[in-house]
Nanobody, 115 residues
């Protein structure tokens, strides 16, 4: 595949949980991958990163609530989200954490958290 493909979004209540999945193009199986999100009227921001070897970093807004993981053999990256807040409402995307990411954006997956 030529693009990252996100899935797993949906509507949840405040405090709920959700797992997002990301199918990774095979050429990026060992590259750093990041989850991004874009809320209504907002910029697209990085929320979590994972290196090819599994080192993980998070934006402060999701630290302690979200967990990024990957299975390089399956070409998958995941974002496990817990304690969801309305502020987490956004379209979530995954992509390679590299300057060449521009052509690989997928459609994203919508996460909506109700209060």
């Amino acid at each position: 595949q030529a693009q990252f493909v996100e899935s797993g979004g949906g509507l949840v209540q405040l405090g709920g949980s959700l797992r997002l999945s990301c199918s990774v193009p095979n050429i990026f199986s060992e590259y750093p991958v990041a989850w991004y999100r874009q809320g209504p009227g907002q910029e697209r921001d990085v929320v979590a990163r994972i290196s090819g070897s599994g080192i993980r970093t998070y934006d402060d807004s999701v630290k302690g609530r979200f967990s990024i993981s990957r299975d390089n053999m399956k070409l998958m990256v995941y974002l496990d989200m817990t304690s969801l807040k309305p502020e987490d409402t956004a379209v979530y995307y995954c992509n390679v954490d590299h300057s060449a990411r521009g052509q690989y954006w997928g459609q994203g997956t919508q996460v909506t958290v109700s209060s």
